[in-house]
């Protein structure tokens, strides 16, 4: 009987050190899919956030990833602060989840993030962009010129950057 315990538990050890090898081998590949995965999240995040659009009338105007105009908000050349009701008419342009930086299309410079209600919103040229709820297409200018909540509404445009400055200034200048 000492014989076959003899036999049995080296037999019992290589079996077990087989079968955990074999569940290495499984979680390993686990491992390599798992990154992958995130190797193609992190290419999809680097698609442009910023786009150029032509806008009759306008010229070349920023649009988001979806190809909606892009605006600011200010009064005298300062940045006005939507808050509130403005956020449902104004959505703000927010980076997608998991960026940290604005990236713009071909021609698109200027641009940076700041903290904002429910992520980083984009700025252009130091200010805050929005869409309009009632540009229903992309390309769509109808919030351009529009005075509400405190300021007036501009599309932003490739040529003409935002006046920062305390002097009046008029919906042509954007």
Do not use: E
């Amino acid at each position: 009987m000492n014989i076959s315990r003899r036999i049995l538990l080296p037999s019992t050890v290589l079996i077990a050190v087989v079968g955990l090898a074999a569940c290495g081998s499984s979680s390993s590949s686990s491992t390599k899919s798992s990154t992958s995965s995130t190797t193609t999240k992190a290419a999809n995040t680097s698609t442009a956030v910023i786009k150029t659009a032509n806008a009759s009338g306008i010229g070349t105007i920023l649009v988001d990833a979806g190809g909606k105009t892009v605006y600011t908000l200010t009064k005298n050349g300062a940045a006005v602060p939507c808050t509130g009701a403005c956020l449902t008419v104004w959505p703000p342009v927010l980076l997608p989840a998991g960026t940290d930086t604005a990236t713009g299309g071909s021609g698109v410079t200027g641009l940076a993030v700041v903290s904002a209600t429910g992520g980083k919103q984009v700025t252009s040229k130091g200010l805050p962009v929005y869409t309009f709820a009632n540009d229903t297409a992309a390309g769509d200018v109808k919030g351009d010129g529009l005075s509400s909540f405190g300021g007036t509404w501009h599309a932003v445009t490739v040529t003409k950057a935002p006046v920062q400055t305390s002097s009046t200034t008029s919906s042509s200048g954007y």
